[in-house]
């Protein structure tokens, strides 16, 4: 007995009773409905009713309701009738009416406005119908399904849309109504995109704006979901329903995320239009609510105010390049709209951004978005005459306080948007503020005009302890060193501060950098002697200060006069976690090497020494200047000093790349001297089954790329597919990462393309000799050589697909023998 069954389960029936009803739900022939109508019997009970509805609605999902989709849709209609008590049961059966309609390749709205239902199970429905237009899982649409509802449904829209706003729907659930409306606008816009036709979404817009009394009932938040659909249409239509919807909706108290989406929408293309390109269009939208109201959104919380901050952005960007339709006249930069609205916006950001204690971090991110705001509207005023507009709030702001946050957050701001001069402020060191206040004149100057004044300002306020400051100060004396001479008494100045700031020496070396050629001797010779002292004692900021500075000079002074120094940093001196010292007398001597030889000499006596990454890099940098006898000695040097660790690996490996490129000198070393490209081969087959990443492993097979032509490689061969066989079983995920695969898939093509019959014939001994089974080594072998008939269709990334297939199986062959 079903019913009893089914009466259990409500009870809570398990084990037994409740695999045979799981049973029932998924039989077929003329007993389940006979059964499955008794259970929908007024008479079953409403709990009996709702599990038998629903289960029906499931069937229905999976095509399985009835022989025929005509038998299902009256034998639905029929349970529908008796079923007016129970709204749970019409609203499940109601969506089974619409899973049926999917599965017979049709969708007759009317009909489902016909029945003698409850209107939101209708209006349900017909939301149900919009969101499947965008994807939606609910009903059983793919493939041609799909393609005949959307058809249907795009040219039924108007008529539902006009339906849903004209019956009784609208006065009954308003709220329901107004969401199924916002549903059919997404949808049909979808279909606009879809089928690139923008009439699949007009014609509903415009039934839309022919029933405006329906909004007044509506309420607010879903009121904003459509003007929010409406507004991401681009067409006249759209326009014309939002200059009657937009006044009633900003005439109520709005705020939400809705609302910040909704004005973010609106700043891409109707309100700015309205501002200063269409009249009409200004009398009829509410111009001064959407500026209250995107206002009022700045006065929200932190996490709240980047989104905020960016319709003011989004409405400058648009103001200066105009609109798909609309272009902005030469004179919007100074329409009083406009101004009063930029104003407004700065002096609320002012008050936003100011931090709230002098170590401050939480406004980080609402800093930057403040900055990408005005910055646009920077672009917007560009011209001469609209730069007092710009500028005259943020000096207002300024001299609102006379130090401490309010000055700070204008300084900010200025440098946000460049002035033409520095703001006329006086700064007092006593202020508690001053280091915040510093660094913020110090990215004022650094965005501002070149101005001698301005370099001296910054010379003489150094940034102080605080880390925040450092990059500040530097970035505004690399943007005015360059084209200003300092003098004596400003070299002097300025050297001082290299010297004993307490800055990075990364900062420092920066500054050196950006000294003028015609200050760089002078400097040099007046900066070396006081880091002598703290060099000497192994100071390792120090030292890297001193070295890049020993490293711009044009001779060999350098060498001859402080070659100690480096030989003891390199060899001697203690080494940090980031290898300094003896990274900057590297880097140092790299500087040097073009114009002094020895420096490289230097480089490789380290390197047998004290083989470090920072050497390498340095090698590497000067491998232009080796020349090939030279570079047949430093590579010789490269390969000995070559050790287990993967990240030295794929430096060495790195640099022999790099030697390796045709026609360079280092190239033709190894061209010329065979013992030197099987030692450099010998060591890329030792390296590679214990380099240990992707990244290592793809700078050996790049390698072996290059090297593929030379004299010598095929004597090698057997070797190096040896360690590739070892690789592809070994190497793991390293093998298979986007580096290492595709570095192999190289090497293995370039291989064949050049020794087709010594590559199949080595890699079956390999695979031999490796234990690969046969099967296994004929799938690889067979794949290497069918490489060229993908590429001759063009499907390289297939056959690269199947090699990673393939090293699956090694790989899972080998992990079954292990275990």
Known sequence: ?????????????????????????????????????????????????????STVRRRARCGKLRPTDAEAREWICAILAQSRDCAPVQRFLLLALLS????????DWKMFVGLDVPLPFIVEVLETSALALRGSRDLPLDGERWTSFAWTAAEAAPSVVRWICASPAAAVCPAAASTCLSAWIRGCRQLAVDFEDASYVEGPVRELAAHVDFWKAVPGTHMMDVAL????????????????????LFARDQSGAVCGELLQVLAQDIWPKALVADGALQQHLPLAALAATALQCLDGEHDELEGAIGIFQTLAESLAVGGRDWAPPKEAQTFPAVVLLYEAFVKRI???????????????????????????????????????????????????????????VALWMSSCSPPSSLPPVTIVEQDPWYPRIAAAMHLTIAASAVSAAALEWTILHPPSRYPWAEEPFVAAIEAQLP???????????????????????????????????????????????????????????????????????????????????????????????????????????ACLAPVVPEAVSLLVEALGTRPCLEILEALRQTRHVWGQRAGADVLTAVMQSCNSDPQFIAATFRLLCDCSEPGTPTSQALCAEGSLLSAALGAAAAALPVCGSDYAMAQIFVFLTRVVKMEGFQALMPAICGAVVRVMMEGGEAAKDAWGL???????????????????????RACASGGVPQPLAARLVGHVVDRQNWVKSSSVSQWVVGLESVIDEWQAWRSSVIF
Request: hydrophobic share 45%; proline share 6%.
């Open 100 to 107: 049926v309609e999917c599965w017979s390749k049709r969708w």
């Open 350 to 408: 002012a008050e936003k951004l100011k931090l709230p204690r002098l170590e401050c971090q939480e406004l980080e991110a609402p800093r930057r978005a403040g900055c990408e705001a005005l910055q646009a509207w920077s672009r917007f005023f560009g011209s001469a005459p609209a730069q007092a507009i710009l500028h005259a709030p943020l000096m207002e702001c300024g001299a609102r306080g006379a130090g401490g946050a309010s000055l700070e």
């Open 1 to 53: 007995d079903v019913s009893t069954l089914v009466q259990k389960l409500v009870a809570g029936a398990s084990g037994q009773e409740l695999r045979l009803l799981q049973e029932w739900q998924k039989s077929e022939g003329p007993e389940f409905y006979r059964d499955m109508a008794s259970l929908l019997h007024p008479s079953a009970g409403d709990s009996v009713r709702l599990f038998a509805a």
């Open 483 to 589: 084209r200003q001479i300092l003098g004596e008494h400003g070299l002097r100045v300025f050297l001082q501060v290299v010297v004993h700031q307490p800055l990075k020496a990364s900062a420092r070396c920066r500054l050196l950098s950006a000294i003028p050629d015609a200050d760089r001797a002078q400097a040099l010779q007046a900066l070396i002697p006081p880091l002598l002292p703290m060099v000497e004692q192994h100071n390792s900021e120090a030292a890297q200060v001193f070295f890049a500075a020993l490293g711009t000079l044009p001779n060999g002074e350098a060498l001859s006069k402080f070659g100690r120094f480096f030989r003891s940093a390199l060899n001697e001196w203690p080494v940090d976690s980031d290898g300094e010292p003896a990274g900057a007398a590297a880097r140092g001597l």
């Open 229 to 248: 659909q409406c507004a991401k249409v681009q067409a006249t239509v759209s326009r014309s329903f939002l200059t009657v919807l937009l006044p009633v």
């Open 742 to 764: 595709g570095a192999l898939t190289d090497v293995l093509g370039r291989c064949h393309e050049v020794h087709p019959e010594l590559l199949t014939q080595t890699l079956i």
